[in-house]
């Protein structure tokens, strides 16, 4: 019954290590979420480009975009970090093209959304690192 409660306890133990490990890593990495809609049989919503009621249905990918080994401080690392965000952007969009090919906006126009709304977290952390070198 001890080895039993022993092992419990150390299993608790591991799984709350391993998920105050992951929390942390979290915390340095930007999601970049892109979006596009895609014809269905069910109407779901309006057609935001025609204004008509059509059958689609919003998708979307995210991917996370880590800067923890970047300096935020510098523009090096802020130029690094905006770099990552595009091009994971790019990647997110063109994984949805492959499997909406049909799908709206384009790839170049989810993209450019995908990443400025990162961007706009992207900033806050520049913004707190700068902001926390400076103390």
């Known amino acids: 019954m001890t080895k039993i409660f022993i092992r419990l306890v150390a299993g608790l133990f591991a799984t709350t290590l391993v998920s105050g490990i992951a929390a942390a890593q979290n915390m340095e990495e930007i999601t970049v979420t892109a979006s596009r809609e895609v014809e269905t049989t069910k109407t779901i919503g309006m ?3 025609t204004g008509w009621l059509r059958p689609m249905v919003q998708v979307s ?3 996370a975009v880590s800067y923890a080994d970047l300096d935020l ?11 990552r965000v595009n091009d994971t952007a790019k990647a997110v969009c063109k994984g949805l093209r492959g499997k909406y090919p049909d799908a709206t906006p384009s790839e170049a126009d989810c993209a450019k959304a995908a ?8 900033h806050k952390v520049e913004a707190a690192a700068v902001n926390k070198s400076a103390k």
């Open 115 to 122: 990443a400025n709304k990162a961007m706009v977290n992207v």
């Open 73 to 83: 401080t510098s523009q090096a690392g802020a130029s690094e970090l905006e770099k």
């Open 47 to 49: 057609d935001t480009s």
């Open 61 to 63: 990918l995210s991917s």
